[in-house]
Antibody, heavy 121, light 108 residues
Framework: QVQLVQSGVEVKKPGASVKVSCKTS????????VSWVRQAPGQGLEWMGW????????NYRYKFEDRLTITVDTSTRTVYMELRSLRSDDTAVYYC??????????????WGQGTLVTVSS | DIQMTQSPSSLAASVGDRVTITCRAG??????LNWYQQKPGRAPQLLIY???TLQSGVPSRFSGSGSGTDFTLTITSLQPEDFATYYC??????????FGQGTRLEIK
């Protein structure tokens, strides 16, 4: 079955970076995109960015463009999300999700379990 | 970015009730509308895609309708496991993918 397994809880100081991994299994990796979505405490869902694993092409939400990088390692079927210059309002649960879109983000049909990132001095 | 607005923001209902949640897009999005269910402490799950197609494994008491700017998610005969937060999401113009603010369905 399709599985996306994310790395564990992170606690960071303001100004630091965090890199969250998302290891996939159970499907043909290069036939789907992967998106990242975050959810601040008690808040709704915010799409951050997407990557096409076949060639590493990514696109990002405008507000994150200068501090977000999504990368892929096809040999391990793992997608990474790195967010830099962390602020307290980056405290959130970060989700990866399999994306049916191969040209751009479309529909998220399987999700990782989420990774809590806390930014605090 | 296409703005998505859900109503109501919260809703109280009883087991066995029929409920409807509405989602309005800021401009016409055809049928490019998905619905997700999220339970506390869990990741969202895809319920319905392309406005009205049930995702595999989702019970038939869930249904979606609409096109253009106005969409509805209907749950007939609410079950205890249906109490959750529901989000709509447009895929007509991306990036970015945009979600509604969510509708919290609570037990009356």
């Amino acid at each position: 079955q399709v599985q996306l397994v994310q790395s564990g809880v992170e606690v960071k100081k303001p100004g630091a970076s965090v890199k969250v991994s998302c290891k996939t299994s159970g499907y043909t990796f290069v036939n789907y995109g992967v998106s990242w979505v975050r959810q601040a405490p008690g808040q709704g869902l915010e799409w951050m960015g997407w990557i096409r694993p076949s060639n590493g092409h990514a696109n990002y939400r405008y507000k994150f463009e200068d501090r977000l990088t999504i990368t892929v390692d096809t040999s391990t079927r793992t997608v990474y999300m790195e967010l830099r210059s962390l602020r307290s309002d980056d405290t959130a649960v970060y989700y990866c999700a399999r994306d049916l879109g191969l040209v751009s983000t479309v529909t998220l049909d399987s999700w990782g379990q989420g990774t809590l990132v806390t930014v605090s001095s | 970015d296409i703005q998505m607005t859900q109503s109501p923001s919260s809703l109280a209902a009883s087991v066995g009730d029929r409920v409807t949640i509405t989602c309005r897009a800021g401009l016409s999005i055809g049928s490019h509308l998905n619905w997700y269910q999220q339970k506390p402490g869990r990741a969202p799950q895809l319920l319905i895609y392309d406005a009205s197609t049930l995702q595999s494994g989702v019970p038939s008491r869930f249904s979606g309708s609409g096109s253009g700017t106005d969409f509805t998610l209907t749950i007939t005969s609410l079950q205890p496991e249906d109490f959750a937060t529901y989000y709509c999401q447009q895929s007509h113009v991306t990036p970015p993918l945009t979600f509604g603010q969510g509708t919290r369905l609570e037990i009356k």
